[in-house]
């Protein structure tokens, strides 16, 4: 049997899988088991941040784990010290303490844990404690129970009834319908800055500041789930200050790029005093939080090597110039099957004007595109049924933009005509 054999045999059919198979990376590269070579602009969904082969983070890895690959959390782990530390004075530059876990949907959890104990310490041991928290349209927060209850999108939820509850769900850059969509039980707001899975929608910064001004107004936290656009891609280190550099948030959600593809996971929680004059990070003490395998010595020398290199390698400035390059380039074509180009830094995505293409019935316009991209030597996942996304490694070379580019010009081409 083939790979695609044995999975379809062995594994859970829970994704609907592009017939890719890579089996080496070095840089940008992908090469599947009959040598094929691809550009990857998927970057395990703007995850390899590094890229792929002998760098940093894979000579980290291998270093821990002949020195100590697990401790548990009872005792103290200097690597999860070192990390955290860089989170706090060189990522956020924002004093807080943070928590290791393993992946965003596990991040996004503990944010839901700190607003439910918030809202509780609020009200005191009344049964009309303040555990509501609002999202917003065309979100995604992970794939646990409480990751899907807050996302505002319905297939994720379908046939997994009763869901958590305790979540509304307003829409994005609309600060009217968000104030209204406030009640008594409300204790938090919870948003992408930019986001990803939903198709690449930036909040504004109008809306960033009207929303930290509600939260202020009425005793909420705002909470940021930075998981895929946080840690450089979008061109800060804080993904939001590349949108509204003023906002303070009171937590933040970390994953994906933070280890470079090693699944690791984190979240910052602000010390800034609550109306109970004590910090807010102090909720969540002793026992209220944890996990086996969150914060291991392995773990974090991988993160640590990854944020090394992103820091000392100004890789977010990168970002940047690279995400100016591709936005231009791309713009500049004025093709008839794009509508737009949205996100920030090498977090963008591409909108399709579905009807120039000749897809097949029944298959999205992105989907069919990232196929036919995927044919081609070019790994660009969609985000809904009429977006592409260009999240290629902060490594990426002008060149292998260019190359990028021109592939995707290519293939739009073949197929409008």
Known sequence: MNTAEKLARYVLPTYSRFSVSPVRGEGTLLWDADGKRYLDFCSGLATC?????????????????????HCCNL????????????????????????????????????????????????TGDKAESRHEIITFHQSFHGRTLGGIAATAQSKVKEGFDPLLPGFHHSPLNDLESLASAIGPATCAIMLEPIQGEGGIHLATPEFLRGVQDLCEQKDLLLLLDEVQCGLGRTGNMAGWRS?????????????????????????????????????????LGTGSHGSTFGGSPLACAAAQAVLREVIDNDLPQRATLHGQTIRATVEGWQHQAITEVRGKGLLLGVGLQAAAFDAPEGTPASIHLSKELAKSGLLAPPAGPDTVRLMPP?????EEIHEALGIFRHTLDQLCN
Do not use: M
């Open 394 to 398: 902060l490594t990426v070379s002008e």
């Open 75 to 122: 005792y103290q782990i200097d690597k999860q010290a070192e990390l955290a530390e860089c989170l706090v004075e060189e990522c956020l530059e924002l004093q807080g303490r943070v928590f290791f876990s393993n992946s965003g949907a596990e991040s996004n959890d503990g944010l839901v844990k700190l607003a439910r104990r918030f809202g509780r310490a609020r």
């Open 243 to 283: 949108i509204e550099p003023s906002l303070t948030p009171d937590a933040v959600s970390w994953a994906k790029g933070l280890g470079g593809g090693f699944p690791v996971g984190a979240f910052w929680v602000s010390d800034r005093l609550t109306s109970q004059n004590k910090p807010l990070f102090e909720l």
């Open 49 to 69: 941040t590094l890229g792929h082969g002998d760098n940093a983070l894979s000579r980290a890895i291998a270093r821990q784990a002949g020195d100590l690959i």
